[in-house]
């Protein structure tokens, strides 16, 4: 055209216009293939859809504009990660406790943001639809994007502190890892409209405010520029999924009055799914943040109830209701966090970070934060672990325990109306006996009991003898199972967990640091100066 | 009871978006913004705008809305964006 000189120049396009040409003009239907021969499984699972076009993407995002902002936003993310390095910033977090919450999010949940990505890719595929399917592959992208950067900043932790070394192969074997494996792995293996109600409305519009919002700015509370980042730059794209989610379900409500029950059910399926993953989250904003932004339950009052009030308000004209067992999570609010720490502090000799009692100063600030409970339930646990420590035979819980089938905690949540009674719930299938640790769970096992029936459960395995590193025998005299599972997770005994005052963590970092590893109890080296 | 369910958005707390934030304000004056540490939250019953022009005039430079998406952390309401206005609402 630049050939032409009397070619007047092309107006520029609108933002709508542009958007409509990427994802309308580019599309194109099959005419040597049977359609439903290309995309397989877009029907199996009874959503009915009339109309592709009527997808719109709301932020109406080109490719020119997605590669120059992400392309923005990375330069801006290692700008900060190089300052961060170069700066020993591994240093100046708070206290050494603040990393343990890092050796969780690199084990447990970067393992997510691929599962993401091959989530996406395998939507990008399937759907018949060109809007949604771009907005998938952008997403695709995205998730890797955000799985490489996270792994990227937390590699400079791991040049300094343990249990960060193996994390593919923890995620993998891991027992409390197999709860956000077994997540993601649910969903990608449920039907392509399931994973995207799953993942971009209930998990990321409706739930994952709470791990980007709060923990993050806690992360920059606590000093730590380079988690805030990727964090922060991971966020700005989780914004644009979440407009996604809340898109996909406004589709689906107004492509036929049919999918609202589907839809609700998977609503409610993984609202609930989605809460018991957080429940690792609520133990980290709690527990393992030394300096505190806010409590899990006032998170959840604001990023659940208040926000999640007003989506589920906006959907209520499709005949949508909030998600079943809502409830019960804000009876829970007061009690998770506690009794998750619990058992964290009991099983600490089979998980991968040390963990340690909250301190005087933090069990008044939860006195503050939990009126009706710490003082209650969870402050006489403390001081009694605390007066075991102190005579030297500290709380230790060797017994493996009780997984959920569905979604694979350990079962030690309480009754929702009572918090000194353990919840256990059961049910038959096939002549077996299945547990659960919530109606919420169960309810999702009878729906689907021929899927979940496949579940690998690592204390089943582990019983099985299916958990052992190559070469072991287990008829050695000398034999010790639960020594075998842990080296099979990658967990080293005495090295990985145990108690933060006796951890390689906590004495190395008073070394390097001449501060206490735990900035409320004092030093527990010699290279900590006194001051007083 | 209608349009009175709250909208938010989320931004990294640092100079790119402190214009942002004043346009934010001053053309919804019933919308509260929210410290945190490295983040504002702001949030308004019903409805939010951000308008390019008003960006534009605190910025001093040219603003095309997308760049939002650099210093966005999270958002809440259904979007409704073009090349003047960025709008977060609910129907309810």
């Not at chain 1, 603040?98 to 399937?126: C, D, M, P, T, W």
């Not at chain 1, 605390?386 to 009780?402: A, C, D, H, S, Y």
Request: hydrophobic content about 40%; proline content about 6%; charged content about 25%.
């Amino acid at each position: 055209m630049a050939a032409d000189g009397d070619l007047k120049p092309i107006k520029k396009l609108s933002l709508k216009e542009n958007y409509a040409l990427l994802t309308r003009g580019l599309g194109w239907e099959p005419t040597y293939e049977k359609k439903e021969e290309i995309f397989r499984t877009i029907d199996f699972e009874g959503i009915k859809i009339h109309d592709w076009e009527k997808w719109e993407d709301p932020f109406r995002l080109t490719m020119d504009a997605y590669w120059k902002y992400q392309g923005e936003k990375e330069r801006k993310l290692y700008a900060i990660i190089d300052a961060f390095q170069q700066n020993n910033g591994q240093f100046n977090v708070t206290d050494a406790r603040y990393v343990q919450a890092l050796k969780l999010f690199l084990n447990g949940i970067v393992g997510l943001e691929y599962a993401s990505h091959r989530g996406f890719n395998i939507l990008g595929r399937e759907f018949p639809g060109v809007g949604p399917r771009i907005a998938a592959q952008m997403q695709a992208i995205d998730e890797l994007r955000h799985a490489t950067t996270q792994i990227h900043a937390i590699s400079h932790y791991n040049r300094f502190f343990e249990g960060m070394a193996d994390f593919p192969h923890q995620f993998d074997r891991v027992w409390y890892l197999s709860i956000p494996k077994s997540f993601f792995e649910d969903a990608v293996s449920s039907g392509p409209f399931e994973f995207i109600v799953a993942i971009s409305f209930a998990f990321e519009y409706v739930l994952t405010n709470l791990a980007f919002m709060p923990w993050m700015s806690g992360a920059a509370f606590n000093g730590d520029m380079s988690t805030v980042s990727f964090g922060f730059s991971a966020q700005s794209d989780e914004a644009r999924h979440m407009t996604l989610g809340i898109e996909v379900i406004k589709f689906l409500l107004e492509q036929d009055p049919d999918n609202v029950p589907l839809v609700q059910k998977w609503i409610d399926k993984w609202f609930w799914r989605g809460y018991r993953l957080l429940a690792l989250l609520a133990t980290m904003m709690d527990y393992m943040l030394p300096k505190r932004v806010m409590s899990w339950s006032e998170a959840w009052t604001i990023y659940y109830e208040e926000n999640g009030g007003a989506l589920f308000a906006d959907l209520a004209r499709y005949g949508i209701r909030p998600p079943k067992y809502a409830d019960v999570t804000i009876k829970e609010k007061q009690r998770v966090s506690h009794e998750m720490w619990s058992i964290f502090y009991s099983v600490r000799n089979a998980v991968g970070f040390p963990v340690w009692l909250p301190s005087a100063e933090e069990m008044d600030w939860f006195s503050e934060k939990y009126p009706d409970t710490f003082d209650r339930y969870y402050r006489p646990r403390f001081e009694h672990w605390r007066e075991l420590e102190e005579k030297g035979t500290p709380f230790t819980n060797m017994t493996l325990p009780q997984l959920c089938q569905v979604c694979q905690w350990p079962c030690i949540y309480t009754e929702p109306d009572d918090p000194t009674e353990f919840v256990h719930r059961e049910t038959e299938y096939q002549g077996e006996t299945f547990h659960f640790c919530s109606d919420g769970c169960k309810d999702i096992f009878c729906n689907e009991p021929e899927k979940y029936v496949h579940a690998w459960l690592p204390v089943h395995q582990i019983y099985q003898g299916n958990c052992f590193p190559e070469g072991a025998d287990p008829t050695a005299p000398d034999f010790n199972p639960l020594v075998a599972a842990l080296q099979y997770m990658g967990i080293k005994p005495g090295v990985d967990g145990g108690l933060m005052s006796q951890h390689v963590d906590a004495s190395r970092w008073e070394q390097w640091t001449s501060r206490p590893a735990n900035l409320h109890e004092g030093a527990i080296t010699q290279a900590v100066r006194k001051t007083t | 009871m209608s349009n009175i369910q709250p909208v938010f958005i989320a931004l990294q707390a640092n100079n790119d978006t402190l214009p942002i934030i004043e346009a934010i304000c001053s053309d919804n004056p019933q919308a509260q913004v929210n410290e945190y540490p490295a983040m504002v939250k702001i949030n308004c019953p019903g409805r939010m705008v951000i308008r390019r022009s008003s960006v534009e005039e605190r910025m001093g430079r040219d603003f095309d809305l997308r760049e939002l998406q650099i210093n966005l952390i999270s958002l809440a309401g259904e979007v409704d964006e073009s090349e003047d206005e960025f709008v977060l609402f609910w129907k309810a």
